[in-house]
């Protein structure tokens, strides 16, 4: 599997609204988050290499669904990519 999929930005547009409303979104610097990275096994070093791809790289993260994931996006290309848990 690789490590970064490219997914429908305007879908997970309105993913991301979904999960605002749901409140299963996780955000940066908050101790469950931290524990969710380690439980997926999301890799720090790909995180900085996916927001890498785009000039003004934000990241949105769903906890659980359908669509729990670590996604890295920009508005300015109209272009996501989800960021897939890692083996290392």
Same mark, same amino acid.
């Given at each position: 599997?690789?490590?970064?999929?490219?997914?429908?930005?305007?879908?997970?547009?309105?993913? &991301?609204?979904?999960?605002?409303?749901?409140?299963?979104?996780?955000?940066?610097?908050?101790?469950?988050?931290?524990?969710?990275?380690?439980?997926?096994?999301?890799?720090?070093?790909?995180?900085?290499?996916?927001?890498?791809? &785009?000039?003004?790289?934000?990241?949105?993260?769903?906890?659980?669904?359908?669509?729990?994931? &670590?996604?890295?996006?920009?508005?300015?290309?109209?272009?996501?990519?989800?960021?897939?848990?890692?083996?290392?």
């Amino acid at each position: 599997m690789s490590k970064f999929e490219t997914v429908d930005y305007e879908q997970m547009l309105v993913q &991301f609204q979904n999960a605002e409303t749901l409140g299963i979104r996780m955000t940066q610097g908050e101790l469950e988050t931290s524990e969710w990275l380690q439980q997926e096994r999301i890799n720090q070093d790909d995180v900085i290499e996916a927001s890498k791809t &785009f000039p003004d790289s934000r990241i949105f993260i769903i906890a659980s669904g359908r669509f729990k994931g &670590f996604y890295v996006y920009s508005k300015n290309t109209h272009s996501c990519i989800k960021v897939n848990s890692g083996e290392i």
